[in-house]
């Protein structure tokens, strides 16, 4: 990252507001640490002299390094800060440029609702610029971020329309070239989506696309280099240009490290490590996992953990290590089910800070007038975040218990049962891979909640049913059941899933399952039974399917 080497004002006297003005440049500029640095040195002034517009922009500049930076949970958590500071403020351009980044975060995060939300509050904020062109071409480049973050694709391109239109009214390099990549970005997902595919049309929005990036490259903008790389690279892919789409990743690659983006460069890693897979460059793939493992921030990264999990699940197929792929794909599947809960927590967290510091400023007679309303918003507040636990404690295809609940479900039943072995089952679609590409995820799902289905209706109520992994789900028997029966029951589940008529979902379609049981003793840690219930049912597999193994 390139630093200023000319002699700066000492910032215990230097202006507030000049302070702020250039962090704001260094953050567009991809200058991220420099921006975040400045305004933590502001910090202290605040506590002593409380400014809400000054300490309300500091937080939009904090929050917008991060999101630049791809620390995405920093940048809302700051955005709802800066929010709640501005708002009563006569500081109305600066409210529009935060509301509408704010609607881009959380857009990210997959909070479709509030991002819109903020974006439909920013919009009625617009009439109050009328004469400031600037302000307008920045609010409609963020309304561009969320649409195309959404995928309403028509609306995004509508967007950065408005903005494009603005340029000629005020001058701004970091913003036109801003404006531009962002629609150039959306010119190539339009292009992606056409069916068919129009290669010549694809190929003309790449070419603009790629010479932005070049552009880019070339003035050191390297923090806008790695979402739009990314675009031409999938271009590329669709088009089966993969040296191509190769090139663009490295160079991503080389613009994240610039500027210090570890959770940018991480993602690009892994894909630069599935187009090795494909083209079965197996060491160089597992090397590129190496590093995105190595600069994925589990506080921040969850998705792209899962993600990279998922990949290195994929390898280790290709390398027929079917273990290691079971494993890997275990923890894909846990890493999404903790990015689900944290983006949960993010929200809540947010929206209870944005509660507490809007409280913080209200005076007396407004107090006695909101009181009833906060009383209703903090009501509604506990009810949501009892849902996102719900949904953190639940499988959200099949309905059934995820792993976090299905251990304390087993946990009870051992209370219930102490001095009684507890009977395990894991139960595997066979071949599920094969469904999906053969028919669809689609009906890979449809398969899923089926199955789940049929589980259940060969269960007890007091039964604990769970699924723990793709195609993996696990039942606890509860009460004292022998050996002999728990493997009648897994026998009559495995004879139910053989005997459902699939082919009225998919013509040709049939499924079967394998079945391990295994006995938990009291006392025993449950990843040890589950791995002698897994045992069996990996010797199911090796037996060739469809049947039911005891574990020794």
């Known amino acids: 990252m390139g630093t200023d080497t000319s002699p700066q004002p000492d910032s215990a006297i230097e202006p507030t507001a000049e302070i702020l003005a250039r962090a ?3 953050a567009r500029g991809g200058r991220i640490e420099d921006a975040l640095a400045a305004c933590a040195g502001l910090l202290p002034r605040f506590a002593g002299r409380p400014d809400p517009v000054a300490q309300g922009t500091c937080e939009h500049v904090m929050a917008l390094s991060h999101l630049y930076a791809g620390r995405v949970k920093d940048a809302v958590l700051g955005g709802y800060r800066a929010i709640a500071l501005l708002e009563g403020t006569d500081a109305v351009p600066r409210q529009l440029q935060v509301l509408a980044m704010q609607a881009g975060g959380l857009a990210r995060l997959g909070a479709a609702p509030e991002a819109l939300e903020l974006l439909d509050r920013a919009i009625r904020l617009l009439p109050q610029m009328a004469d400031r062109p600037r302000e307008r071409c920045v609010f409609w480049t963020n309304a561009a971020v969320v649409h195309h973050a959404l995928g309403q694709l028509p609306q995004a391109l509508e967007a950065a329309g408005q903005a494009l239109a603005l340029l000629d009214r005020f001058e701004e390099p970091d913003l036109h070239v ?8 959306i010119r190539v997902a339009l292009a992606l989506q056409a069916d068919p595919l129009d290669r010549a049309g694809l190929l003309h929005a790449v070419a603009g696309l790629e010479a932005w990036l070049h552009r880019c490259i070339a003035d050191g903008r390297h923090h806008l280099v790695a979402d739009s790389a990314d675009a031409v690279a999938d271009a590329y892919v669709a088009l089966d240009e993969r040296e191509r789409a190769r090139e663009w990743l490295e160079r991503a690659v080389a613009s994240a490290r610039t500027v210090g983006a570890g959770p940018a460069q ?15 460059a197996h060491a160089s793939a597992g090397e590129h996992l190496a590093l995105a493992f190595q600069l994925l921030d589990e506080g921040q990264s969850r998705d792209a953990l899962s993600a990279a999990h998922r990949e290195r699940s994929e390898l280790l197929e290709a390398q ?21 809960a944290a983006q949960a927590d993010i929200r809540t967290q947010a929206m209870a800070m944005r509660l507490e510091l809007e409280r913080s400023r209200l005076d007396a007679e407004l107090l ?35 792993r976090r609940q299905m251990e304390a479900g087993v946990a009870q039943l051992a209370r219930q049962y102490p001095d009684t072995p507890q009977i395990l089952l894991i139960a595997d679609i066979d071949h599920f891979k094969r469904i999906n590409d053969t028919w669809s995820h689609a009906v890979g799902d449809e398969v899923l909640q089926a199955f789940a289905g049929l589980l259940r209706a060969q269960s007890r109520p007091h039964d604990v049913l769970a ?3 793709g195609e993996e789900f696990v039942v606890a028997l509860g009460g004292a059941v022998s050996m002999t029966r728990a493997l009648l029951v897994a026998e009559r589940m495995r004879a139910a899933i053989e005997a459902h008529p699939w082919g009225d979902l998919q013509a040709g379609l049939k499924v079967s399952t394998s079945i391990g049981v295994a006995a938990r003793a009291p006392g025993e840690p449950l990843n040890a039974a589950l791995k002698r219930a897994d045992a069996a049912l990996y010797e199911c597999k090796r037996s060739g399917r469809n049947q039911v193994r005891c574990a020794s």
Not at 321 to 337: C, I, N, P, V
Not at 368 to 380: G, P, Y
Request: aromatic share 4%.
């Open 266 to 280: 991480g993602q690009i890693e892994v894909r630069l490590a599935r187009l090795d897979r494909l083209e079965g």
């Open 368 to 402: 006695r007038r909101l009181n009833e309303e906060l009383q209703t918003s903090v009501s509604q507040l506990s009810d949501e975040a009892g849902e996102f636990r719900r949904q953190a404690m639940e499988d959200p295809l099949t309905g059934l218990a995820n």
């Open 24 to 26: 704001e440049r260094w």
């Open 178 to 185: 801003v404006c531009d990549g962002n629609a150039l970005t």
């Open 467 to 469: 699924r723990i992994g």
């Open 320 to 340: 027929a290590d079917w273990r290691g792929a079971l494993a890997s794909f275990k923890q894909h599947a846990q890493m999404r089910e903790a990015a689900l």
